[in-house]
C-alpha cells in the first residue's frame, strides 16, 4: 500500500539542471530503500541512485558527482538533483521503494517522468 508520484522532468540543454521529486504516501517498515531508476528507449531499465531509510547513498557510475539523491525529513519526498545534464541521461526516470517482509520483497513503482537533454 505505497503510492508513488514523479515529477519535475522536462526539456534541458546538456549542462543545465532538473530536480526530480518523487511523493511518497501509504505504509512502509521501518527499513526500506527507495531509488530512482530511468529506462531509455531500446535499454534496460537501470539504477540511478538509492538512498535507504539509515540515509546510506549509492549512485551509478555514470552519474556520479553530477546527481545527488535525498529526502525531506518525513520521507513524504524523495528528490534527485541532477546537475550537468547530457544527452545521455535522456530516459523515462521511475521512483522506486523495496522492502522485505517475512522474507518476502516488495517493489512498489511510479509512473515515471520523461527527462529530454538536447540543445
Known amino acids: 500500500q505505497v503510492h508513488l508520484v514523479e515529477s519535475g522532468g522536462g526539456l534541458v540543454q546538456p549542462g543545465g539542471a532538473l530536480r526530480l521529486e518523487c511523493a511518497t504516501s501509504?505504509?512502509?517498515?521501518?527499513?526500506?530503500?527507495m531509488g530512482w531508476y530511468r529506462q531509455a528507449p531500446g535499454e534496460q531499465r537501470e539504477l540511478v541512485a538509492r538512498?535507504?531509510?539509515?540515509?546510506?547513498?549509492d549512485y551509478a557510475d555514470s552519474v556520479k558527482g553530477r546527481f545527488t539523491i535525498s529526502r525531506d525529513s518525513g520521507w513524504n519526498t524523495v528528490y534527485l538533483q541532477m546537475n550537468s545534464l547530457k544527452p545521455e541521461d535522456t530516459a523515462v526516470y521511475y521512483c522506486?521503494?523495496?522492502?522485505?517482509?517475512?522474507?518476502?520483497?516488495?517493489?512498489?513503482w511510479g509512473q515515471g517522468t520523461q527527462v529530454t537533454v538536447s540543445s
Open positions: 522506486n521503494v523495496h522492502f522485505v517482509l517475512l522474507g518476502r520483497p516488495f517493489d512498489y
Open positions: 501509504g505504509s512502509r517498515p521501518s527499513i526500506f530503500t
Open positions: 538512498i535507504t531509510s539509515s540515509d546510506t547513498t
